[in-house]
Nanobody, 121 residues
């Protein structure tokens, strides 16, 4: 089992910045890909950014150049630096992690409880 806890959400004005953190309950050296997703009211959950165990990153077009995903395996934490925030970035942001399960021989996916990010003037 992997527990994921997000921190850092809040209210910010347009153009502002926030940094989200996702703390894992297990060593992140045992975790494969990780990602940040978001879900706005009335919309489906969507991928924001992902990072592989080797540090390869991928971003949704709507955050390229504004958001940066990173992970610190030694601290068991993943981050999302969000700059130049827009009204449409308002959503609940979720942390996701994939980890190989040796018992079931399957890649299992885990989710955090989410943290609210609100961009408003």
């Amino acid at each position: 089992q992997v527990q994921l806890v997000e921190f850092g959400g809040g209210l910010v004005q347009p153009g502002g910045s926030l940094r989200l953190s996702c703390a894992a309950s297990v060593s992140m050296f045992s975790i494969n890909d990780m990602g940040w997703y978001r879900q706005a009211p009335g919309k489906q959950r969507e991928l924001v950014a992902s990072i592989s165990s080797g540090g390869r990153t991928n971003y949704a077009d709507f955050v390229k150049g504004r958001f940066t995903i990173s992970r610190d395996n030694a601290k068991n934490t993943m981050y999302l630096q969000m700059n130049s925030l827009k009204l449409e970035d308002t959503a609940v942001y979720y942390c996701n992690a994939d980890r190989w399960d040796r018992v079931t021989m399957a890649l299992l996916s885990y989710w955090g409880q989410g943290t609210q990010v609100s961009v408003s003037s």
